[in-house]
RNA sequence: GGUCGCAUGGCUCAGCUGGUUAGAGCGUCGCAUUCACAUUGCGAAGGUCCCUGGUUCGAAUCCAGGUGCGACCACCA
């Protein structure tokens, strides 16, 4: 074994090791008897990183949690699958190849057709999808490349096509001519989550529409008000009241408007001049009011943003209109007022163009529905309850009522665009007909739906299409689901996790995970967020190559609780470098103590053997349990705090004097090992290797070790632990007694004990173990003077004595105090109760009650003064 | 506007259901060095646990209010 470990030299060829053996397969695991047939599975999909994606930090976290639980599981004899994938991102994928095309060619997609820019954009996705599978293989992910899927692959064509046609055919799906979010560059409809808010100076204009009507309205986008059909005041609004219901006809800049006037409860009778100028074909609240109102919908803008059927406004741009529109007004005096004012604007999430809101015939997933095979419940509802009955578990909690709030509020999923990458819509038009299935229908003349499907939608379907639906009776359907956990980013709950669940409910009537662990941003060490345009992210596949795998995870691990943003930097990164060299080291030392070969079970023989043992028993439990509840930063920092400071700074050192501990090292470094493979699996199974066994990833997780009986027996009121703790507590107080006393530093110190009648010599006349190498002044007459046989120091041949047992009793004392006022508490607390029982006081005679009031008084005076006893003690 | 989160040594954070002397890593300072490891070891300094009030024998922890950050959601035109 080299001096130094390198992890470059070793993770690829484990990695292919692992790979080669089958075992991320849980059908090969079964088959060569690492896991049981009919063992309790343990499954999970992989959120598919968009192809249009490097790996970013963001991914090895996601990584790195889920990798705990599926090598955990794995080595506790669960059969686990994870399965990989990439999301084919039909609209990020087509604007990436579009700018794409422009910049090399000069070339739109319209210029290629849509059959050719397909091509294009296959040939950019066949790249790009191989380079994140390389690298979330560099990321040490057990993932079963064997099951591997792609949401635009053919079988999970087959599972869209034939989830769209069953939800047609129930209805949930339906063609609608509603106002919808429109790019005008992308040129296609966006769902509600794609359309970002960012705030913007904007001019709030008050105007009338003409000079014979008889209020004005305030609005920042003019030129929409050519497509006026009402105006819609607060019904409590004295001003207007005379005017509700009433309709006009005016010219608004030479454009005829009929103009109602109706109530709205929304309109804010403070803002602007308390009249809004209803727009239902371009405002999303305006066309709900329209609704109610049986208002006309009047489409002035259209799909490329410019204006339609508006007279000398036609075919102007949005903003050329609204300067004309302003212009023309101004002519005409009708502006009243021009405010700055912060607004919303709605733009497009993937390029930034502001939305505009206009009717269009598109497909949408009815939420509200109620359906048959949900038991007459909507998949809204049903949704809900999957949250509010805890069948679905958020870690953290809070996030549970941001899933709800979110689901309560949800309107009818668009899910038709106007792209061409993605998977195109399986409807067939023929003159009137429509025809919906999984293959063209027969016959001459049916030409199918132009438009694609939401990419939501098939990554929606994403932990059941990959495996093997629309097969019901597939057997991983069978087995692996619902899935035991999504771990992904709290910023994707609506995007994603919704969609999911009623996906899932609609197909299998059955929940798509039982638990959504969400993790936080990765922000650059100053806080920030890490992006390409400020150049402070950090590229995980750099830190790999320079630090490791092991190293990159555990900095991602470590420190980072659910739900939370994590701050990163390469010096966290290259502490964990420092750390995996560290277990290393560890290792080379074990190995040239002549160690023996796998052992099943391993005899203390002095007490630091029974501390070391006592803690490891005590390691494997919290460690378990911390990875079974998710709390895997407090999991690894108690792993590394044993690993380092009392593995390697106390025990090896001890081993150096004590000898022939070869036996309990190797033992100790084999169980270490595995705790550690889940965390940084590749320098544990290189190591694991370098020992000759076979291989970590699937050898069996610790269990604690049962307690031998000879240490039951010892009635001793010293664990090991504890006494071993003490002996380093006498270690700090005699230094902090130096400056009292002064010892010739170069004298030799050396420590034994004795403590009750258990122990015998730890160390005798050493001066290299830890704390005691460098002593250079000591109390000795003070721990003299309180002679008892617990535990003795010998300095320089002289013996000293502590006094053990009081120490023990101290402690006793305080545990029989805490657990008395505990009783206490729980009696006065009960007694408080009874009296404020009214039925109680009422009815039980005055002495009895008198007789409990008293009770009461005593038992917080006893509770007082147990305090102060316990404060005594400290 | 609504909702949620955060505030602990110079920095980044732990601290579960209230009870050892409030912890860790990094950083700082001092010391060591042919020893498994300089990607090292030993040690030191450094904290009114944001403020105020309340509950309690006891509060970093629970409650209320305040202050300061941050995030998300939202149809104020």
Not at 781 to 804: M, T
């Amino acid at each position: 074994m080299d001096k130094v470990y390198e992890p470059q030299k070793y993770e690829d060829e484990i990695y292919k090791k692992w790979e080669e053996s089958g075992f991320f397969n849980p059908d090969v695991c079964v088959e060569k008897g690492i896991c049981k047939k009919d063992a309790k599975t343990f499954s999970i999909v992989l959120p598919p990183p968009n192809i249009t994606d490097k790996l970013h930090l963001g991914h090895v976290v996601m990584v790195a949690i889920t990798d705990i639980l599926a090598r955990f599981y794995r080595m506790k004899g669960r059969r686990v699958l994870w399965i990989p994938g990439t999301d084919h991102a039909a609209l990020a994928s087509q604007n990436v190849v579009e700018k794409k095309l422009l910049k090399e060619k000069n070339q739109t997609r319209h210029d290629l057709g849509r059959k050719k820019f397909l091509v294009e954009v296959w040939q950019f996705v066949n790249k790009t999808q191989a380079t994140i599978i390389h690298q979330l293989k560099k990321t040490g992910a057990s993932l079963d490349w064997s099951r591997e899927a792609f949401t635009l692959d053919e079988r999970r064509q087959e599972a869209v096509k034939g989830m769209f046609a069953d939800m047609y055919n129930e209805g949930v799906i339906y063609r609608g001519y509603r106002i919808v979010n429109w790019c005008p560059r992308c040129h296609t409809t966006l769902s509600d989550d794609e359309v970002e808010h960012e705030e913007k100076d904007a001019k709030l204009y008050t105007f009338s529409y003409a000079k014979d009507f008889p209020f004005a309205i305030s609005t920042t986008r003019p030129e929409t008000k050519l497509g006026d059909t009402a105006i819609a005041v607060n019904p409590k609004d004295e001003r207007y009241k005379k005017y509700v219901g009433k309709s006009y006809q005016v010219d608004f800049c030479g454009v005829p408007l009929t103009i109602k006037v109706i109530t709205d409860n929304g309109v804010d009778i403070d803002f602007g001049t308390g009249a809004l100028g209803v727009t239902p074909a371009h405002s999303m609240v305006d066309y709900e009011m329209a609704q109610k109102n049986g208002i006309e919908i009047k489409k002035i803008i259209n799909e490329e943003g410019k204006l339609v059927g508006v007279g000398k406004f036609s075919g102007l741009s949005v903003t050329e209109a609204r300067e004309a529109v302003l212009i023309d007004l101004d002519k005409r005096e009708l502006l009243e007022k021009e405010e700055d004012i912060k607004n919303n604007l709605a733009v497009c999430s993937r390029c930034d163009t502001p939305i505009e809101p206009l009717p269009s015939k598109q497909w949408f997933v009815a939420v509200d529905k109620k359906l048959k095979r949900l038991g007459g419940k909507s998949l809204k509802d049903k949704a809900i309850e999957a949250a509010v009955s805890g069948k679905i578990k958020f870690v953290p909690e809070r996030f549970t009522k941001r899933y709800l709030d979110w689901m309560k509020n949800l309107h009818d999923w668009c899910i038709s665009r106007q792209i061409w990458f993605g998977h195109q819509i399986p409807v067939w038009y023929k003159g009137e007909d429509v025809f919906v299935g999984i293959e063209a229908p027969r016959g001459e003349g049916w030409e199918q739906d132009s438009d694609v499907l939401d990419t939501w939608f098939s990554s929606g379907m994403w932990t059941f299409s990959t495996l093997g639906y629309p097969d019901l009776k597939a057997g991983d359907l069978k087995s692996y689901h619902p899935t035991q956990l999504l771990e992904t980013g709290y910023e994707i709950i609506t995007l994603w996790v919704s969609r999911m669940v009623m996906m899932s409910l609609f197909a299998l009537q059955e929940i798509p995970f039982k638990n959504v662990y969400l993790h936080g941003m990765v922000l650059d060490k100053n806080g920030k967020k890490m992006s390409k345009s400020k150049g402070n992210g950090i590229d995980p596949l750099e830190m790999i190559a320079k630090y490791g795998t092991d190293a990159t995870r555990m900095s991602l691990i470590v420190g980072n609780t659910p739900g939370n943003d994590t701050r990163m930097s390469e010096e966290k990164i290259a502490d964990f470098r420092n750390f995996a060299n560290k277990l290393w080291n560890i290792a080379r030392f074990v190995d040239s103590q002549k160690s023996v070969k796998s052992l099943k079970s391993v005899k203390p023989k002095t007490l630091s053997d029974k501390w070391v043992l006592a803690r490891l028993n005590e390691i494997i439990k919290e460690v378990t349990e911390n990875i079974e509840k998710f709390n895997f930063s407090l999991a690894g920092e108690q792993l590394r705090d044993f690993t380092w400071n009392e593995l390697a700074d106390w025990y090896l050192e001890i081993s150096k004097i004590e000898k022939d501990k070869g036996e309990i090292l190797n033992y100790i470094l084999e169980t270490i090992l595995k705790l550690w493979h889940p965390f940084m699996p590749f320098v544990t199974e290189t190591i694991w290797a370098n020992m000759e066994h076979d291989m970590l990833m699937v050898s069996k997780w610790p269990t604690v070790i049962a307690r031998s009986p000879q240490t039951t027996k010892q009635s001793s009121s010293l664990t090991a632990v504890s006494s071993f703790a003490i002996i380093q507590n006498i270690i700090t107080s005699i230094r902090s007694l130096r400056a009292d006393y002064k010892i010739d530093p170069a004298k030799k110190l050396g420590v034994a004990i004795s403590a009750g009648k258990m122990v015998g010599l730890l160390m005798e006349n050493v001066d290299v173990v830890k704390g005691l190498a460098r002593l250079e002044d000591c109390s000795i007459e003070r721990l003299a003077a309180k002679p008892v046989d617990s535990v003795g120091f010998v300095v320089d041949g002289v013996e000293v004595f502590v006094d053990l047992s009081g120490v023990v009793d101290l402690k006793k004392e305080k545990f029989r105090l805490q657990t008395e006022i505990a009783e206490v508490k729980k009696y006065a607390d009960s007694l408080e109760k009874k009296l404020a029982n009214k039925d109680f006081v009422s009815r039980a005679p005055a002495s009895v009650v008198e007789a409990e009031k008293k009770k009461l008084v005593e038992a917080r005076l006893k509770l007082e003064k147990l305090g102060e006893q316990l404060k005594s003690l400290k």
